[in-house]
């Protein structure tokens, strides 16, 4: 994974409560086993004029030309709820989403973001609606910068705003690892014990 350090980008409001992970990629569009190409499916019941189309929705956040490369998404409580579809955040990675800020998760998709990159932050939404109302200026260059090292954001006017995240959540974004990887850290100490245990236990390690 790529590793989460600082972040200073784009961010566009979708202030909106409950977007589940249907909204998110809608089924029709998890027409894929890999997870490439499914970024064009980000959203698309609401970026395009209707379903299956690729006619952009003009209104929107996403397709207005000030928020473009949006890295960003700002919204309301409950985000990813519904399915444990990890597509959804498959998605999100694909069209460039680092970091999703919202007063509330939903778990499944919470624990899906770290562990494919992605920062979910809670903040209170009053924090956020004003964050919004900033970055609505001049999106290009009122951007967010998202210091994961102090866990500090950075508003649009100097303001900084403090966020909590788990110390283990914290270092696998830090490091770029996925769970596979964290447990990878202890590759030595997995080796000696299997080293140990085939002395005691010789007949568990033998072939059938």
């Known amino acids: 994974m790529e590793k ?3 972040h200073i980008g784009v961010a566009a409001p979708l202030l909106r409560i409950n977007i589940d992970t249907d909204a998110i990629i809608p089924s029709r569009e998890m027409k894929r086993v890999s997870k490439q190409g499914l970024g064009e499916g980000l959203f698309a019941g609401w970026r395009y004029q209707e379903p299956g189309s690729r006619d952009l929705n003009p209104e929107f956040v996403l397709n207005k030309p000030e928020y473009q490369n949006t890295s960003i998404l700002l919204s309301g409580d409950n985000f990813g709820c519904g399915s444990s579809r990890e ?7 694909e069209y460039g989403i680092r970091s999703i800020i919202a007063p509330s998760f939903g778990a499944i998709f919470y624990n899906n973001c770290i562990r494919n990159g992605l920062l979910p932050i809670v903040l209170d939404d009053s924090v956020i609606q004003d964050l919004a109302a900033q970055v609505d200026a001049d999106p290009q260059s009122k951007k967010l910068t998202i210091n994961l090292t102090d866990k500090v954001l950075t508003a649009p006017d100097g303001k900084t705003q403090s966020f909590e995240i788990e110390d283990s959540h914290r270092e696998m974004l830090l490091e770029g690892l996925d769970v596979i990887g964290l447990t990878l850290r202890h590759e030595s100490e997995i080796n000696a014990f299997q080293a140990r245990d085939k002395e005691r ?5 033998q072939a059938v």
Do not use: G, T
């Open 4 to 6: 989460f350090i600082e």
């Open 87 to 93: 597509h959804a955040v498959w998605a999100l990675d």
């Open 201 to 205: 236990r010789p007949w568990i390690y």
